[in-house]
């Protein structure tokens, strides 16, 4: 193990298996498995959108690029936001 700005790194080998989604980490102590996300491409349109729109990109701007007949389909099914993002909306809000 090595310690780099008080944190303790582990070197570890990772293994993922295809198709099912699943990776192992394999360290000295004992082998970890996790099921990882499924990400589809469908999945990266949503992300797309939602750090577009984060960024501060015009939406209907971001609706042309999406290809969306309205902006609501852009604005309220592919653009995700969750209360940290409200707050640094907030947040900036009062600095102005």
């Given at each position: ?5 008080s944190?303790?790194l ?7 298996i295809?198709c099912?989604g699943?990776?192992?980490f394999?360290?000295?102590f004992r ?8 990400i589809t491409p ?10 577009m729109?984060?960024s501060g ?7 042309y690029l999406?290809?969306?007949s ?16 409200a ?5 900036r809000?009062?600095?102005?």
């Amino acid at each position: 193990m090595e310690k780099v700005d008080s944190y303790t790194l582990i070197k570890i080998k990772v293994f993922v298996i295809p198709c099912t989604g699943s990776i192992i980490f394999n360290t000295s102590f004992r082998s970890i498995k996790v099921q990882m996300p499924v990400i589809t491409p469908h999945v990266c349109r949503h992300t797309y959108c939602t750090n577009m729109a984060k960024s501060g990109m015009n939406p209907k701007a971001l609706q042309y690029l999406m290809g969306h007949s309205e902006i609501s389909v852009t604005l309220n099914t592919y653009t995700h936001v969750n209360l940290e993002d409200a707050r640094e909306e907030i947040a900036r809000i009062q600095v102005v």
